[in-house]
C-alpha cells in the first residue's frame, strides 16, 4: 500500500475494533493525530473486562481491581492533548496475606513496614528476593515493556547484557530457591505475581519475577472512581476528539485489498476504512482474517468471580486481600486438567475501604476471585454446567474453612462470573491470550502480521502482555504502527 499518498487525498479513515484500553488508548492516539476514527465494539459498553456491577446502593468492578504504573495512564491522556481527569491514591497496605495457619501479614511500599511482619531469617530472603526482582524489572523494561516489540537484534543485545542474570532455562520456584525464598510464608507469595500473567507459577520462567517488583517497589494504586473511573474518562476524551463508536456491534470478518483493512464486515454491515487496529484476542483477529490459528499453546488462567453486596464489613479485610490454601500450587494441577480447583487461592477486594461511595457506612462490597480453566475447545454442556457448579462450591467452601464466610441475612445481592462471561473478550475465557510457560513462553506475539502493514494488533495476547498499563501501551504502539503504514506519523511521546 502507499504511505504518504493516501493523505495527501483525504484524512484517513481508521477502524478501531475492541473497546478494552488498548482499543481506547489507540483510538484515542489516532483521533490525536488527526485521523478520522470508528471504534467498533461488540458489547454494548466501553472497557472490555473492566465492566461494572451496579446495585443499589453498592459498587463493583467487575474485572481488573489492581494497577500499577498510574503514570502510563496519565501519559494516555495527556499524549492526547487531554488532560488526564482521574486521581491516584496509594494503596496502603499495598495487600494482606491471610496463611492457613491463621497467620495475617501486611505488605507496604515502605520496606520497614514490610519486613515488621518478618522473622529475620524470612526478612533477609525477601530482601534478596525483592533485589532480584528490582535488577530484572530494570533490564526488562526498556526492552519487554517501555519499547516496540524485539527483534531478533535486540532479543540478543539483551541477552548478552542480561540473559544469565534472568536466569534462563531456570523456572520461577527454581529462582526462588536459590535466593532462600521458598518457605511457606514467602514461596506462595512470590509465585503468585506470575498468575498476573496467566501462568501457571510453577511453569513459569524465572524472569517473570520481575513482576513482583512492578507493585512490591514501584506501588499499587487507587484510582479514584474505581477502575471503570478510568474507562468513563477514556470514553470522555475520544467522545471529546470526535471518535465515533459503534457499541453493540460485532465483527464478523475482516477485507484485505492491497496489504490493509479495507473493510471490516460487521453483523449490520459493511465499514469501509484505510486501515485498522484489532485490540482483541490474537487468535479472533485470525479468524476474522480466515488465517490458521496456528501452533495451539496452552491457555492462560481464566477466573471465577463471586460479587456480594453485604450489610456488614469484615474488619479483617483491607482493600485487596489473599487467602492462600494450605498446598500452594495444588490448584494448577487441577486447572491444567481443565477442572476449577477444589482448594484455589482466593483475592479479596474491597473497593468501599478506599471509594466510601461504592458501598453504603458500614457495609461491604466483596469481590471474590479464583483462578480457573479457560473453556475447553470441545464441550459437553451438561458436562460443562457440572464443572462450574463444582467450582462455584469450592470457592464457597474455601470461604467457609477459612472463616470468611458470611450470613444468608447479610446478603443484599449476588452476581457470579466464570470463563463464559470472560469469552466476551478473550478467545475461550482465557484472560492473557497463551500462558508464558518456558523459556520463550513470556515473549508475547509483535502486534504485526505478515503480509499486512494496514493492521496492527493491541492488547494483552500481543506485545508486551496484559494488565491495564500494557494493555495501554500496546494501544499507543499500535495507533503508531498504523499511523506510520497510512502515512499518518506518530510521533513518540515521552516515556512514561
Known amino acids: ?46 472497557g472490555g473486562k473492566a465492566g461494572e456491577w451496579r446495585t443499589g446502593a453498592y459498587r463493583f468492578d467487575t474485572g481488573p481491581s489492581v494497577l500499577t504504573l498510574p503514570e502510563v495512564v496519565r501519559a494516555t491522556f495527556e499524549g492526547a492533548g487531554v488532560p488526564c481527569p482521574v486521581t491516584f491514591r496509594p494503596a496502603e497496605p499495598l495487600c494482606r496475606y491471610v496463611y492457613p495457619d491463621g497467620r495475617v501479614w501486611d505488605v507496604h511500599r515502605d520496606l520497614d513496614a514490610t519486613l515488621a511482619g518478618l522473622s529475620s531469617a524470612e526478612g533477609e530472603a525477601y530482601r534478596r528476593a525483592l533485589a532480584k526482582a528490582r535488577a530484572l524489572y530494570e533490564a526488562a523494561a526498556p526492552v519487554f515493556v517501555h519499547g516496540p516489540a524485539p527483534g531478533p537484534l535486540r532479543l540478543l543485545r539483551y541477552g548478552l547484557r542480561h540473559g544469565l542474570a534472568a536466569a534462563p532455562g531456570r523456572s520461577l520456584p527454581g529462582l526462588l530457591r536459590t535466593l532462600g525464598a521458598d518457605g511457606p510464608v514467602l514461596g506462595p507469595f512470590f509465585q503468585r505475581f506470575a498468575t498476573y500473567v496467566g501462568a501457571d507459577p510453577r511453569r513459569a520462567p524465572a524472569v517473570l519475577h520481575n513482576v513482583a517488583w512492578v507493585e512490591l517497589g514501584l506501588g499499587v494504586y487507587h484510582p479514584v472512581g474505581g477502575m ?31 496489504g490493509a483493512v479495507r473493510e471490516v464486515v460487521t453483523e449490520r454491515g459493511p465499514l469501509a476504512c484505510d486501515g485498522a487496529v484489532a485490540a482483541v484476542d490474537r487468535d479472533v483477529v485470525l479468524r476474522w482474517l480466515g488465517r490458521p490459528r496456528g501452533r495451539a499453546r496452552p491457555a492462560s488462567l481464566s477466573g471465577l468471580v463471586l460479587l456480594s453486596a453485604l450489610t456488614e464489613r469484615d474488619p479483617r479485610l483491607a482493600h485487596h486481600t489473599i487467602l492462600f490454601p494450605e498446598r500452594y500450587g495444588d490448584e494448577f494441577d487441577a486447572i491444567q486438567a481443565g477442572e476449577h480447583p477444589a482448594d484455589p487461592t482466593l ?63 447479610q446478603v443484599v445481592a449476588q452476581r457470579w462470573l466464570d470463563p463464559s462471561d470472560f469469552a466476551a473478550f478473550g478467545d475461550r475465557g482465557r484472560l492473557y491470550g497463551a500462558a508464558p510457560h518456558g523459556l520463550l513462553g513470556a515473549l508475547r506475539p509483535a502486534p504485526r502480521l505478515r503480509g499486512l502493514p494496514g493492521l496492527a494488533l493491541a492488547g494483552g495476547t500481543v506485545h508486551p502482555g496484559g494488565g491495564v498499563p500494557l494493555a495501554l501501551l500496546s494501544g499507543r504502539a499500535a495507533a503508531r504502527a498504523l499511523g506510520d503504514a497510512v502515512g499518518l506519523p506518530l510521533p513518540a511521546s515521552p516515556a512514561p
Open 347 to 409: 483475592y479479596l477486594n474491597v473497593s468501599a475501604l478506599s471509594e466510601e461511595r461504592d458501598a453504603p457506612p458500614a457495609a461491604e462490597n466483596r469481590f471474590v476471585m479464583a483462578n480457573a480453566p479457560a473453556l475447553p475447545l470441545a464441550d459437553d454442556p451438561g458436562r460443562s454446567a457440572a464443572r462450574l457448579e463444582a467450582g462455584r462450591e469450592a470457592l464457597l467452601r474455601s470461604l467457609q474453612r477459612r472463616g470468611f464466610a458470611w450470613r444468608a441475612q
Open 228 to 258: 471503570h473511573g478510568v474507562v468513563r474518562g477514556l470514553h470522555a476524551a475520544l467522545l471529546e476528539l470526535g471518535v465515533e463508536l459503534r457499541l453493540g456491534e460485532a465483527v464478523e470478518r475482516l477485507v484485505v485489498r492491497d
Open 1 to 46: 500500500m502507499t504511505s504518504g499518498a493516501t493523505t495527501t487525498r483525504h484524512r484517513p479513515h481508521l477502524a478501531v475494533l475492541g473497546g478494552g484500553f488498548a482499543g481506547m488508548a489507540a483510538a484515542l492516539w489516532l483521533a490525536a493525530r488527526g485521523a478520522r476514527v470508528t471504534l467498533v465494539e461488540r458489547e454494548p459498553r466501553l
